[in-house]
């Protein structure tokens, strides 16, 4: 079971930190992966991060802003968003199972957070 927390409504230009929290004693066996999905639209990859963190991947709107990281001891996953656009604005998912950008690749999901990006 995943649990994703730490949205909410932030200007343009400020940081947010999302954590998602996992049960089960296999967090570490797990990549994990960050999607986010705006209203009308498909959810879309953000970034992921290897079993161990030695390798992340993002996709390149976020590139240099968002930072994903992994605590195996705490069995969580963390998103740093700096220089938030209001483009970032969604329902953000954490998601376990890789470290692809394909939504099916994944086999477990947190529920959403929602950050919202004000102009």
């Known amino acids: 079971q995943l649990q994703a927390c730490g949205g909410r409504l932030v200007q343009a230009g400020g940081s947010l930190r999302l954590s998602c929290a996992a049960s089960g004693r296999t967090f570490s066996s797990y990549g994990m992966g960050w999607f986010r999905q705006a209203p009308g639209k498909e959810r879309e990859f953000v970034a992921s991060?290897?079993?161990?963190?030695?390798?992340?991947f993002y996709t390149d709107s976020v590139k240099g802003r968002f930072t994903i990281s992994r605590d195996n001891a705490k069995n969580t996953v963390y998103l740093q968003m700096n220089s938030l656009k209001p483009e970032d604005t969604a329902v953000y998912y954490c998601?376990?199972?890789?470290?692809?950008?394909?939504?099916?690749?994944?086999?477990?999901w947190g529920q959403g957070t929602q950050v919202t990006v004000s102009s």
């Open positions: 991060i290897t079993r161990s963190g030695d390798y992340t």
């Open positions: 998601a376990a199972g890789s470290s692809s950008v394909t939504v099916r690749r994944y086999d477990y």
